[in-house]
């Protein structure tokens, strides 16, 4: 895709080293057919680094793994893709953290030319990625408006502005909950001013809540739990938070990248960055309620559970709600146990459905950034659980 002074220096390199014969440069390629070029090769290197404009995010990258292509890009490139915290490298890319560094580079593609195989199942995994972020992708539709618009010679109709990158507070339950009991006749049940994200100040929420549930338990409950969920999940998240390990560098093995149908033998472990907060009843008619009227009246008495994530650099990942099985395997995860294992243990615990769909749920937490996988076993740690009712 190179021209002028750039298409001279390849040439020059080219004839003025030891790989002239092979070396192939083709001619100017049409847009439209990188596709059908990026499809026909064994794997496509995207080694910029250290460039000097930080925002630049070149889009070859994606091209390449949406083609289904091995994807073998310098970390500086992959960490600019969106989400590439589901893009680990030695499953869906291979990353190069120097490409300066020659002598890794040429043992990664040399392992890539002789593992046709692998290199196979890590261009479909980095493709499941690339179509996953394409996923609501609404820019082809616009696009067709625009076109359509300016044939009828009309004005374009406005985009609605999206929502979905929008940052979700620590305290948007108890945020809710203040509002409503700030206008209580009650003067001893009034909470106070809100400073954002603050942590005693929902607790004082919640001490004004148990004062109000002293004479009426039936009406603040529902608010009582609402707040008691947030207090949790905010301790567990404070709790977790220290250095966060290199999400695409969380599967570590001895080999350049893990072949297909690898995970039953891989040792998972469970991110020390989680928290699983239990409760004794069912939180899930609370979490995204946008009013109060939303709340269920009685929560069923049963128990549910949260994964709250460890904040690093300010950044914070909305808690996520899991399921009885996720948490028995995120606590199985310590090290010391085999995928395979951990789903025999299942099954001895009484549940014969796991076996191959828990393998397979495994390798999903993985993806999620809940667990790594590496192919040695490693000293078991001792688990630190919030719990909250």
């Given at each position: 895709m190179g021209a002028g002074w750039s298409k001279r220096a390849f040439a020059h390199g080219r004839a003025s080293s030891a790989l002239a014969d092979r070396v192939l440069q083709i001619p100017f390629l049409p847009h439209w057919r990188v596709p059908e070029f990026l499809r026909g090769c064994l794997a496509v290197c995207c080694l910029e680094q250290d460039f000097p404009i930080g925002v630049h995010a070149p889009i070859i990258p994606l091209e390449v793994l949406t083609s289904g292509t091995c994807l073998v890009g310098a970390t500086e490139v992959i960490r600019k893709l969106p989400s590439f915290g589901q893009l680990p490298h030695g499953y869906s890319c291979v990353a190069i953290e120097d490409v300066n560094d020659i002598e890794v580079l040429s043992e990664r593609l040399a392992a890539i030319a002789?593992?046709?195989?692998?290199?196979?199942?890590?261009g479909a995994r980095g493709r499941a990625?690339?179509?996953?972020?394409?996923?609501?992708?609404?820019?082809?539709?616009r696009l067709v408006r625009i076109l359509e618009s300016a044939a009828a010679r009309k004005r374009a109709p406005a985009r609605v502005a999206d929502s979905a990158g929008a940052d979700h507070p620590r305290f948007s339950l108890t945020q809710l909950v203040a509002a409503a009991i700030a206008d209580n006749d009650r003067g001893?049940?009034?909470?106070?001013?809100?400073?954002?994200?603050?942590?005693p100040w929902a607790r004082q929420v919640l001490a004004a809540l148990e004062r109000g549930m002293a004479d009426d338990a039936a009406r603040w409950r529902p608010l009582v739990q609402a707040v008691r969920i947030e207090i949790a999940v905010a301790v567990a998240e404070d709790e977790a938070t220290g250095p966060a390990a290199d999400p695409l560098f969380r599967l570590r093995l001895k080999r350049w990248a893990m072949q297909p149908g690898a995970v039953a033998g891989l040792v998972p472990i469970r991110d020390a960055q989680i928290r699983i907060v239990e409760f004794d009843y069912d939180i899930s008619g609370f979490l995204g309620a946008q009013t109060i009227a939303a709340f269920p009246a009685i929560a069923e008495p049963r128990r549910s559970y949260i994964v709250a994530f460890g904040g690093a650099e300010g950044e914070r990942r909305d808690p996520l709600l899991v399921d009885e099985l996720t948490v028995r395997i995120?606590?199985?995860s310590d090290g010391t146990r085999t995928a395979m294992e951990i789903?025999?243990?299942?099954?001895?615990?009484?549940?014969?459905?796991?076996?191959?769909?828990?393998?397979?749920?495994i390798e999903d937490l993985f993806?999620?950034?809940?667990?790594?996988?590496?192919?040695?076993?490693?000293e078991p740690r001792v688990e630190v659980k919030a719990s909250s009712s």
């Open positions: 002789q593992d046709p195989q692998t290199v196979a199942a890590v990625f690339a179509r996953e972020q394409q996923r609501g992708t609404d820019f082809p539709l001893e049940t009034a909470a106070p001013g809100q400073p954002a994200d603050d942590l995120l606590r199985l789903a025999g243990a299942l099954i001895g615990d009484g549940d014969p459905s796991a076996g191959d769909d828990s393998i397979a749920w993806l999620l950034g809940l667990l790594s996988l590496q192919d040695s076993r490693a």
